[in-house]
């Protein structure tokens, strides 16, 4: 079994930062990719930004603003969340991938206000 807790969130008005972190424990030997997802209520779980060993990728809405970045020996990701907008009010989740399995966190409230 692998654990991932979710903190950093909360309110922030229009421009200004985050940076949210998910720290993982666990059966945590195969760890390959991390990553953040979000999700509004009434809409579908959307990619924002992945990590693995030899890249990044990043949702063309947050290109340019946000950057995801982990730490190997505290086993952590973090995204650094910058010009933040009202449309990326959402809740956010972490990933890992360990095979055979991708696991989730519980996710952490971002609103943006305007």
């Known amino acids: 079994q692998v654990q991932l807790v979710e903190s950093g969130g909360g309110l922030v008005q229009a421009g200004g930062s985050l940076r949210l972190s998910c720290a993982a424990s666990?059966?945590?030997?195969?760890?390959?990719?991390m990553g953040w997802y979000r999700q509004v209520p009434g809409n579908q779980r959307e990619p924002v930004a992945t990590?693995?060993?030899?890249?990044?990728n990043y949702a063309d809405s947050v290109k340019g603003r946000f950057t995801i970045s982990r730490d190997n020996a505290k086993n952590t990701v973090y995204l650094q969340m910058n010009s933040l907008k009202p449309e990326d009010t959402a809740v956010y989740y972490c990933?890992?991938?360990?095979?055979?399995?991708?696991?989730w966190g519980q996710g952490t409230q971002v609103t943006v206000s305007s």
């Open positions: 990933n890992a991938y360990v095979s055979p399995r991708l696991y």
């Open positions: 666990g059966n945590i030997f195969n760890m390959n990719a």
């Open positions: 990590i693995t060993s030899s890249s990044t």
